[in-house]
């Protein structure tokens, strides 16, 4: 693994492990504080973050700028990336073989950035971290063991958007998030690393 966020974009480079590499305009890696101890992982950069190459820049992460304003928190404070860190054409969901090459990069973020909670921002980051069978309609907001860190689902800024009686429990969510980051209970330790097994979560 890289020893830091720098070499590992470096080792990403001119991605082109995957076809979504035909269409995008600029690789989102990330962005935001490599030292959180709150990490975001949504599903796939939109229009805008193509466009600009940064996460969560258009409508759903102006949604979720207030709601990180509203527990206390800006965007310096915690760090956020996507599932897969190219646009998928018409916003579709990341397809499996994607998942699967850019889940590495996303591995070794979390490994380096080591927060105490990765939340997992809607359905398609959510069911990568906990099996595709999770119901985020049922999970969202509550906290959850992972390898190291604290995994909490959380509902998508963009299903608030599209339906606002998910605004009340999204915002519900985020009170939760703050809950859990004052609580003082460390995460459960990362597994050690049996040399062959080093797959995704
Ligand atoms: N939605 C996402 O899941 N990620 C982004 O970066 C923007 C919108």
């Given at each position: 693994?890289?020893?830091?966020?720098?070499?590992?974009?470096?080792?990403?480079?001119?991605?082109?492990?995957?076809?979504?590499?035909?269409?995008?305009?600029?690789?989102?890696?990330?962005?935001?504080?490599?030292?959180?101890e709150?990490?975001?992982?949504?599903?796939?950069?939109?229009?805008?973050?193509?466009?600009?190459?940064?996460?969560?820049?258009?409508?759903?992460?102006?949604?979720?700028?207030?709601?990180?304003?509203?527990?206390?928190?800006?965007?310096?404070?915690?760090?956020?990336?996507?599932?897969?860190?190219?646009?998928?054409?018409?916003?579709?969901?990341?397809?499996?073989?994607?998942?699967?090459?850019?889940?590495?990069?996303?591995?070794?973020?979390?490994?380096?950035?080591?927060?105490?909670i990765?939340?997992?921002?809607?359905?398609?980051?959510?069911?990568?971290?906990?099996?595709?069978?999770?119901?985020?309609?049922?999970?969202?907001?509550?906290?959850?063991?992972?390898p190291?860190?604290?995994?909490?689902?959380?509902?998508?800024?963009?299903?608030?958007?599209?339906?606002?009686?998910?605004?009340?429990?999204?915002?519900?969510?985020?009170?939760?998030?703050?809950?859990?980051?004052?609580?003082?209970?460390?995460?459960?330790e990362?597994?050690?690393?049996?040399?062959?097994?080093?797959?995704?979560?």
């Open positions: 693994m890289q020893e830091s966020l720098e070499g590992l974009r470096e080792t990403l480079g001119e991605c082109a492990r995957c076809s979504l590499s035909q269409g995008r305009n600029n690789i989102v890696f990330g962005d935001g504080n490599p030292e959180a709150l990490m975001f992982v949504g599903e796939a950069p939109g229009r805008a973050e193509d466009a600009q190459g940064l996460p969560f820049v258009g409508p759903a992460g102006r949604l979720l700028d207030r709601l990180l304003d509203d527990i206390g928190l800006v965007r310096g404070d915690v760090y956020i990336t996507n599932v897969v860190k190219c646009r998928p054409p018409g916003n579709r969901d990341p397809l499996p073989e994607e998942t699967e090459v850019c889940g590495p990069f996303l591995q070794d973020q979390i490994e380096l950035i080591g927060p105490k990765l939340c997992a921002l809607g359905r398609v980051a959510a069911g990568l971290m906990m099996g595709k069978g999770v119901q985020i309609t049922r999970i969202h907001g509550q906290r959850f063991d992972g190291g860190y604290f995994l909490v689902p959380v509902l998508h800024p963009a299903a608030a958007l599209r339906a606002s009686s998910n605004m009340y429990l999204i915002r519900q969510d985020f009170r939760n998030l703050e809950a859990y980051l004052a609580d003082e209970e460390s995460p459960p990362p597994p050690t690393p049996e040399p062959e097994q080093m797959g995704l979560f």
